[in-house]
């Protein structure tokens, strides 16, 4: 299994360009989250899914978008980039039940210069 | 909404020595579930331990052990025998259903 895969690892974008970060995962997994890390921080909630077609907002939604549109891809899509959305972007996700762990990506790198 | 917190934003500690991080959590749940998280230079997330609430038994993963404190909502992290390998962040979560959240984390050094 390949788990929780994100595209690209790493993106330069300016001020104002549009961007979608994509993320899969092939565990048939019903939850899955979007996360933004910047630097020295903790993880912070962007959007979370529960399933195909239910999204919902997190702690930092403002300035990104969601779709769920198969239980497999959470694409996360930035609308107008701005220099503080410069962070590590984690996908994650998980099955229902509620002790089981998070499988997390790899991260994207995004810089906004 | 729930929210955790790590007070030490960095420790350090010589290599085979006890080291325990802190973690206090606010909800108003009963029922959840507790984590903490190592994050090596790597950027990977990796699960360490987790802790269920409505269990008394403190979880423990070969040498690392937590102290949950269910009344004062505190969740910490002992690692024993300390490793070079240990050096990372460690992040402590709460998830209740679909809500999980991080702490800020705290930056562990161990030194030879």
């Known amino acids: 299994n390949a788990g929780v895969t994100q595209t690209p690892k790493f993106r330069i974008l300016k001020i104002g360009q549009s961007m979608t970060l994509q993320c899969a995962q092939d565990m048939n997994h019903n939850y899955m989250y979007w996360y933004r890390q910047d630097p020295g921080m903790g993880l912070k909630l962007i959007y979370y899914?529960?399933?195909?077609?239910?999204?919902d907002k997190g702690e930092v939604p403002n300035g990104y978008n969601v779709s769920r549109s198969t239980t497999e891809d959470f694409p996360l899509r930035l609308e107008l980039a701005a220099p503080s959305q410069t962070s590590v972007y984690f996908c994650?996700?998980?099955?229902?039940?509620?002790?089981?762990?998070?499988?997390f990506g790899s991260g994207t790198q995004l810089s906004v210069l | 909404a729930q929210t955790v917190t790590q007070s030490q934003p960095e420790m350090s500690v010589q290599e085979a020595e006890t080291v325990t991080l802190s973690c206090t959590y606010d909800?108003?749940?009963?029922?959840?579930?507790l984590f903490w998280y190592k994050q090596p230079p790597s950027r990977q997330m990796i699960l360490v331990i987790r802790q269920e609430a409505y269990k008394q038994q403190n979880a423990t993963e070969n040498r690392f052990s937590v102290n949950f404190q269910k009344a004062a909502k505190s969740f910490s992290l002992k690692i024993s025998d300390s490793q070079l390998g240990d050096t990372a962040m460690f992040f402590c979560a709460f998830m209740k259903h679909y809500d999980m959240r991080f702490g800020a984390g705290t930056r562990l050094t161990v030194k030879p």
């Open positions: 899914s529960v399933g195909a077609g239910i999204t």
């Open positions: 994650a996700s998980r099955q229902t039940d509620d002790n089981e762990k998070l499988f």
């Open positions: 909800t108003s749940e009963s029922n959840y579930y």
